[in-house]
């Protein structure tokens, strides 16, 4: 035995002995030093470095080191993080159309990007992409996962992308927009196209329930498809039926299927919208806070903002658009329709989610984010705005903006809601906006641009809402365990070197409702899978991005 244990202990000793010689042969790619690492487990912040090489995370360091690197970066006592992961990001595609619009990422320390609500970029048929889609001047076209993401990688994507599957895709894939539930063999091809998403590399199940055709499926609907992700080891994400009057209801449906299905479920941009329902927001936390004490994984996210987005054409009732868009824009054109509709949203007992009451009834709480089709460029003004500069009659103003499909920021939250849902432990951050270019977009909503910093600027630093420890874990590795991504979201040897480095006290959100295009500020460097995307500020163009696949 005693022979045993020497030869064991001179075997550890040769072998512990040996990794250090080889890893001084072989230069790191990136060290950073004199960093205040914060590692996003929430843990106080400490003086450390990091050592990178090959896309991975080799070494994290308390103090100084000197390890012979190929370029090193002082960061002369400002914050190292994970870099931050965007739950709820929307568009992918734009990266192939417009690699520049990942800047309104990159510039807020976002090095994950995470798509799918309703819609998805898969699945497809003939019906929702009737046309190749365009890159460089070439057509592309897929219908599944698996061809979507080898068309993201043959081209390079400038941020890790992730995906899920969108419920109200599905639904349009199999049965168009219609207004009526599945078939038996309808149920069964949604089944299976959900699953096919699953085995591509989709995290989980996610819909919009406001939407349609998503607000056309039963509970029990989405019960059955959350079942076939939850057999994939996926989650169940939504945008609720309802955040106003209905919220709690809504809290209860989402639970619901969480049980049914066997998955953990994740809400997004938890709110109480409508000055009435304000006082909703308290008791909706309680709810979650029960279903977590009984056992179900649930989890929620907001974006940092008292003004949602929306289009303006989902002010108007979801039994609009039974037939699809095109069809609903000729009810429209008929003054009898826009009388019974304008009655309607003036009716303050309606059951869908009405935003014209949400708003008190008051256009000018109403601003618009772009022009859409509108002939006239409206981005900045309220509707009351638009109405008064034409000088024309405020609903009939109305009616043509929301059939132009113009994006909107109603004023429907308070900042005490904002409060109340970042001090309770489980809510995380998004953006909820598809990325912009700053050079070509004309407006959008500022948190495309300034979400995360906002978060660190406004919650953390003015106001002590959270801690920089507590407000990064909500950004970082808290994200990755909804995912399940377990080499993203935290500093430790091993992990993906995703990684920012900025300053706590000029990191900023720039971007406003009055001047949306503007890139946030403070953060310095950007490392994505090892590789600089943003160098002493600059961002570099680099493709160092991955699409990132769920693994079963």
């Known amino acids: 035995m005693r022979k045993t244990l020497l030869f064991c202990s001179l075997l550890a000793t040769t072998l512990f002995a040996t990794a250090p010689a080889r890893s001084a042969e072989q230069p790191l790619d990136v060290l950073i030093v004199n960093a205040r690492i914060v590692d996003g487990g929430g843990n106080p912040w400490y003086r450390g470095s990091v050592g990178i090489r090959d896309g991975r995370i080799v070494s994290v360091a308390p103090g100084s080191v000197k390890t012979p690197s190929k370029r090193t970066i002082d960061a002369a006592d400002r ?19 417009d690699p520049d619009s990942a800047r309104s990422r990159l510039y807020q320390g976002v090095t994950t990007h995470v798509s799918g609500e309703g819609g998805s970029h898969a699945p497809q048929n003939e019906r929702t992409q009737r046309k190749p889609e365009m890159v460089n001047g070439k057509p592309v076209r897929w219908r599944t996962y698996k061809e ?11 941020i890790n992308v992730a995906h899920n599957v969108g419920a109200g895709q599905v639904r349009l894939v199999v049965m168009g927009e219609e207004d009526r539930a599945p078939t038996a063999a309808e149920m069964q091809e949604m089944k299976r196209v959900v699953a096919e998403a699953m085995d591509d590399g989709a995290f989980g199940l996610s819909t919009a329930l406001i939407y349609p055709p998503g607000a056309y499926a039963t509970t029990q609907e989405i019960v059955e498809l959350a079942k076939v992700a939850a057999s994939h080891g996926g989650f169940y994400s939504t945008h609720m039926r309802n955040e106003s009057v209905g919220l709690l209801a809504a809290i209860d449906e989402s639970i619901q299927i969480g049980e049914l299905g066997g998955l953990p479920v994740h809400i997004y941009h938890l709110k109480a919208a409508g000055k009435r329902q304000w006082p909703l927001m308290n008791q909706a936390i309680t709810r979650i806070d029960a279903a977590r004490t009984r056992g179900l994984d649930v989890t929620s996210d907001i974006y940092p903002y008292i003004r949602n987005g929306i289009g303006l054409e989902s002010f108007l009732p979801p039994s609009l658009y039974v037939n699809g868009f095109d069809a609903a824009k000729k009810q429209v054109a008929k003054a009898a329709k826009r009388r019974e509709l304008r009655a309607e949203l003036e009716n303050p007992n309606t059951t869908w989610e009405n935003w014209y009451q949400h708003v008190g009834a008051d256009w000018s709480k109403v601003l618009l984010t772009d022009s859409g089709r509108y002939p006239r460029d409206v981005a900045g003004l309220s509707v009351a705005d638009v109405a008064k500069k034409e000088n024309r009659d405020v609903w009939e103003v109305f009616f043509e903006l929301a059939m132009a499909q113009v994006n909107t920021a109603p004023e429907s939250m308070d900042e005490a809601q904002k409060h109340a849902a970042l001090r309770a432990p489980w809510v995380m951050i998004e953006t909820d906006t598809p990325p912009v270019n700053i050079a070509t977009a004309k407006s959008t909503h500022p948190r495309a641009l300034g979400a995360f910093p906002r978060v660190l600027a406004k919650y953390v630093r003015d106001e002590h809402i959270l801690t920089m420890e507590e407000a990064t874990r909500r950004m970082t590795s808290m994200v990755a365990n909804r995912m399940g991504l377990t080499d993203r979201g935290r500093i430790a040897p091993g992990m993906a070197a995703d990684l920012v480095v900025f300053d706590p006290q000029r990191i900023q959100d720039q971007s406003t409702f009055e001047k949306p295009m503007q890139f946030s500020t403070g953060v310095d460097y950007l490392l994505i899978n090892g590789k600089l995307s943003i160098d002493d500020g600059k961002a570099t163009g680099v493709l160092a991005g991955q699409v990132l696949r769920h693994q079963q």
Do not use: K
């Not at 993080?81 to 709820?88: H, N, R, S, T, Y």
């Open 79 to 97: 914050v190292v993080a994970p870099g931050f992961i965007d739950l709820m990001g929307q568009d992918t595609f734009v990266y192939l159309t």
């Open 148 to 158: 979507y993401f080898q068309i993201l990688e043959s081209h390079g994507v400038p």
